[in-house]
C-alpha cells in the first residue's frame, strides 16, 4: 500500500514539473535560510557551556555612575575587590581568582611575535577547569612565573606540542625580559568560549607592585574577576548579600559622596556597582555592562541573536505559507481523483495518509536541497560573521532530530488541508459537478496569505534599509578630525628608541608628519580622574571626574583639529609640558579642553575656560593645570556612544602611538614605514594600521548585521516571488477556456496579459 502511495506521489510530481519545481526550490531556500540563522543563533548561546560546571562560575562587572556623565562600564573590577568577596562571602564562594590580559613581545630565537600573556592566579583551574593536553592543574600550575601554551602557540613557536620543559622570553616586564618555562599544554579551546588564552603564566604579585593600579587599588579597572559558586547558591541572593557590603561595610563607604561629588547620595550603589554574571551569559549579556571596555573577545549582542531568530522564522513561514498555497491549490484540482478512489472502496484515512506521505516526500526533497546549499555557503556565511560555524550533521544528534522534526511539522502542516477536507468530500456530489471543489474561500485564503507574505518581506527590506543608514551615518558622519591618509603606529615596545624612530620617520619622502599621543580616535581607553576649578571670589570650587587623554606637540594640527578659543600646544612654551610634583612642588603643566568639559567644569563660554587654572591629584602629586585652549568635541570612540568631557593633556613618556600622515600609494608609504621599523627596533613585531580601518572596525557589528538582514530579505523576496509566480501560472492554467473564449471575441495577446497581471 505505502509503496503505492510512493508511486502515486512520483508520477504527481513529474505531471506537473514547474509546480513541483517551484514547491520545492521555495521551500528549500526556505529551510536553507533558517538552518543558515539557527547554526548563528546556536553558536551564539552556547557559548561557554562545555566548561565543567559552568552553571556556577560567575564574572564580576563594575559601573560607575557619577551624575551628569556617562555611566563608567566595564567588565573588569578593581585588584582589591576578589580578596574581599573571597573573604565576606566565604559562605557562598568556592574560589576566586583574578586576571590580567597584558599585551607583549614573545621572543624566540632571535625573533619577535606579538602575543597577549594572561596572568592568572592559584585558583585559575579551581574556577575554570579547562582540558590539558600535557600536564595537569596541580603539576603545572604550581608556583609563580609557571607557564601553560595552547597547542595552538606550541605549534606557532616550536612546530611540535610536546613542549614541556622549553622556555620563552617575553619583553617586557617593568623594562627587563622574563624568561619562563613551560609547565603544561592547553587543548585548544572551542571557538565558542569568550576566553582567549594563548599563554597563561601563573601571576606573581611581585610582578604588579610598580603598577599600584592593577592589583593594590579599589577603584582602578584591570582585572578580570571570576569566582566560583557553591553548590545551590542562588545568584540574586549573592548579589544581595554583597550589595549590602558594598553599603556598610566596604572602603567606598568612607569617599561615596567625595567620589560623585553630589551630596544627595544615600549609598555605595548609587554609585558603584558590582555586578554578578553567570558564565554562559557572557557572551551575549556583558555587552551591556561592558560599555567600551573590551573583553577577551569580541562580545555578542543578544537582541542581535533574538532579531535573527525572529528572522529565521519569518522566512520558514514565508516559504512554507508558498508550499501550502501551491499544495492546497493543487489538492484542489485532485477531488475527482479523491471521489474514485472512495468509490473503489478507499477509507478516508487512506485518502488522508496518501495525501500527507506526498507532503512529507515534497519537504523532505526540499530539506535534502537545503542541506546541499547550506554546505556550500557555509564558507561565505562564516566570513560575513566572521565565525568558524561547523555543520556536522551525523556527528549533531541533536540538529539531526531538530530537522526531522521540521520536515514533519512542516510536512503535515500542508498535507494537512487536502488530507483531511478533500478526503471527506462526498464522491457522487464530487463525480457528477465533474470540476474542482476548490472554492472561493480558499481562493481568498490564498490571497490572504500571499499579502502577509509580502507584508513581512517588506517589512525586512525596511530594517535592511534602517541599519544601511544608520552604517552610513556613521561612516559620513563628521566626527570631528581628518582621518584620511593616516596610518597609526604602535611605539610602546621602542622603548628608549621611540624619539630616534620619530626622527628618522619624519625624513621619508611619504611622510608629512609624525605625532605621539597615548591613544587616538577608535581606541577608547577610560583615563580619569577628579579635575578641581578653584572658586573665584563668592563662587565654589567645582571638582568633576573628567576622562583625560595625552597629547604631545603636533597631534591636533596633524588631525586638522581647530581651536575655538586659545591655542593648542607648542613647543615655544615650555609650561605646555607637564612638569610633575616632587616632595617640595606642585607640578605645572598646560591643558586643552573639550566643549562638554567646559560646560561640566561651569564655564559660561569657552573664552572664560581660556588661562583659568585646574588643579588634580595627576601623576604622582597635586598639580596645577593652565587651560590654554578649548577644542570642539571629538569622537574619540563609536557615535553609538556619547562625546565625554574630557581633557587633553601633554605628559611626557605616556605616548603608546604614532600618527603618521603621509602622501601617495599606501602600500609605499607601508613599505618605508616598516623599513624603518626594522632598522630602529629590529627585535620587536610592527604594529602598523590605517586609521580609517580602524575607525571603521567599531561597526563591524553592525555591517555584518546589514549585509546579513539584505541576503535574508532578497531571499525572503525571492521565495514570496516564487511562491505569487507559481500561483499566477496556476491559476492562467485553470483560465485556459476563459482565455480561448476571449481571443474568439477579440481580444489581444497583450489584453489578456494586462488582464493576468492586474
Given at each position: ?9 512520483w508520477r504527481n510530481l513529474l ?256 554609585i558603584v556597582k558590582h555586578k ?48 501550502m498555497n501551491l499544495s492546497t ?430
Amino acid at each position: 500500500m505505502y509503496s503505492n502511495y510512493l508511486l502515486i506521489a512520483w508520477r504527481n510530481l513529474l505531471k506537473k514539473p514547474l509546480f513541483s519545481s517551484i514547491n520545492i526550490v521555495g521551500l528549500a531556500i526556505g529551510l536553507m535560510s533558517c538552518i543558515l540563522i539557527m547554526l548563528f543563533v546556536r553558536s551564539e548561546v552556547g557559548y561557554d557551556q562545555w566548561i565543567p560546571d559552568s552553571e556556577r562560575v560567575v564574572r564580576m562587572h563594575t559601573a560607575y555612575t557619577v551624575p551628569g556623565r556617562a555611566d563608567l562600564r566595564t567588565v573588569r573590577s578593581a585588584g582589591k575587590v576578589m580578596p574581599a568577596a573571597r573573604d565576606y562571602l566565604r559562605n557562598d564562594i568556592e574560589a576566586g581568582v583574578r586576571m590580567v590580559s597584558w599585551g607583549t613581545t614573545v621572543r624566540r630565537n632571535g625573533e619577535g611575535f606579538d602575543d597577549h600573556v594572561l596572568f592568572g592566579e592559584e585558583d585559575f583551574f579551581k574556577v575554570l577547569d579547562l582540558p590539558f593536553a600535557v600536564g595537569d592543574a596541580q603539576s603545572s600550575f604550581s608556583k609563580p612565573n609557571d607557564l601553560i601554551v595552547t597547542e595552538e602557540n606550541a605549534l606557532r613557536y616550536f612546530g611540535r606540542t610536546d613542549v614541556v620543559g622549553e622556555t620563552l622570553t617575553i619583553c617586557c616586564f617593568q623594562g627587563q625580559p622574563i624568561e619562563l618555562r613551560i609547565t603544561g599544554v592547553l587543548k585548544d579551546l572551542p571557538d565558542n568560549t569568550h576566553l582567549n588564552i594563548s599563554m597563561l603564566v601563573y601571576m606573581d604579585v611581585a610582578l604588579f607592585s610598580s603598577f599600584p593600579g592593577v592589583l593594590d587599588t579599589w577603584n582602578s579597572l584591570n582585572v578580570y574577576t571570576y569566582f566560583k559558586l557553591k553548590p545551590g547558591v542562588v545568584l540574586s541572593e549573592l548579589q544581595e548579600r554583597w550589595n549590602y557590603w558594598l553599603n556598610n561595610e566596604s572602603p567606598y563607604v568612607e569617599n561615596a559622596r567625595d567620589f560623585s561629588g553630589d551630596d544627595s547620595i544615600t549609598q555605595v550603589t548609587d554609585i558603584v556597582k558590582h555586578k554578578f554574571m553567570a558564565l554562559h551569559d557572557i557572551h551575549l549579556k556583558a555587552h551591556a555592562d561592558a560599555g567600551t571596555m573590551g573583553d577577551f573577545t569580541t562580545l555578542g549582542d543578544e537582541d542581535m541573536v533574538t532579531t535573527f531568530a525572529m528572522v529565521a522564522v519569518l522566512i520558514l513561514v514565508i516559504a512554507c505559507i508558498n508550499f501550502m498555497n501551491l499544495s492546497t491549490a493543487r489538492a484542489g484540482q485532485r477531488a475527482r481523483e479523491v471521489a474514485m478512489r472512495k468509490v473503489l472502496g478507499a477509507s478516508r484515512m487512506q485518502v488522508a495518509i496518501q495525501f500527507l506521505i506526498e507532503a512529507i516526500g515534497l519537504v523532505f526533497l526540499s530539506m535534502s536541497l537545503a542541506l546541499v546549499a547550506v554546505e556550500l555557503v557555509l564558507p561565505y556565511y562564516n566570513q560575513i560573521l566572521n565565525q568558524n560555524i561547523a555543520f556536522n550533521l551525523l556527528n549533531d544528534p541533536a540538529l539531526l532530530v531538530s530537522l526531522i522534526a521540521v520536515v514533519l511539522v512542516v510536512g503535515i502542516g500542508a498535507g494537512s488541508y487536502p488530507a483531511f477536507v478533500l478526503s471527506q468530500y462526498m464522491p457522487g456530489h464530487t463525480l457528477k459537478a465533474s470540476k474542482s471543489n476548490d472554492t472561493a474561500g480558499s481562493t481568498k485564503l490564498r490571497s490572504a496569505l500571499v499579502v502577509f507574505q509580502f507584508a513581512v518581506s517588506i517589512g525586512l527590506l525596511i530594517s535592511t534599509a534602517v541599519v544601511y543608514l544608520q552604517t552610513q551615518n556613521a561612516n559620513n558622519m563628521d566626527l570631528g578630525y581628518k582621518k584620511d591618509q593616516k596610518l597609526v603606529l604602535g611605539v610602546r615596545v621602542a622603548g628608549d628608541n621611540v624619539e630616534s624612530l620619530q626622527r628618522q620617520l619624519e625624513n621619508l619622502p611619504q611622510v608629512s608628519s609624525v605625532v605621539l599621543s597615548s591613544e587616538v580616535p577608535s581606541q577608547d581607553n577610560e583615563n580619569n580622574t577628579m579635575f578641581t576649578r578653584p572658586g573665584v571670589g563668592d563662587a565654589e570650587p567645582v571638582t568633576e571626574l573628567l576622562n583625560y587623554h595625552n597629547m604631545h606637540f603636533g597631534f591636533f594640527e596633524a588631525y586638522e583639529v581647530k581651536p575655538v578659543a586659545g591655542r593648542l600646544f607648542d613647543e615655544a612654551f615650555g609650561s605646555d609640558l607637564l612638569q610633575p610634583a616632587t616632595e617640595e612642588t606642585e607640578g605645572q603643566g598646560a591643558v586643552i579642553l573639550n566643549i562638554s568639559a567646559v560646560k561640566k567644569l561651569g564655564y559660561e563660554s569657552a573664552e572664560q575656560a581660556v588661562g583659568s587654572t585646574l588643579r588634580a591629584d595627576f601623576s604622582g602629586g597635586m598639580t596645577n593645570f593652565t587651560v590654554v585652549g578649548v577644542i570642539n568635541d571629538i569622537y574619540f570612540r563609536s557615535i553609538k556612544f556619547d562625546v565625554r568631557p574630557s581633557i587633553y593633556t601633554n605628559v611626557p613618556g605616556r605616548n603608546r602611538v604614532a600618527t603618521i600622515s603621509y602622501s601617495g600609494n599606501p602600500a609605499t608609504a607601508r613599505e618605508a614605514i616598516e623599513g624603518v621599523w626594522k632598522e630602529v627596533v629590529p627585535m620587536e613585531p610592527i604594529h602598523l594600521t590605517d586609521l580609517n580601518e580602524m575607525v571603521a572596525s567599531q561597526y563591524q557589528q553592525e555591517i555584518a548585521q546589514m549585509r546579513l538582514f539584505t541576503a535574508f530579505a532578497v531571499l525572503a523576496i525571492l521565495v514570496s516571488c516564487l511562491g505569487l509566480y507559481g500561483l499566477a501560472a496556476f491559476s492562467a492554467e485553470r483560465r485556459t477556456k476563459e482565455i480561448g473564449v476571449r481571443k474568439v471575441m477579440g481580444a489581444s495577446v497583450r489584453d489578456i496579459v494586462l488582464l493576468l497581471i492586474w
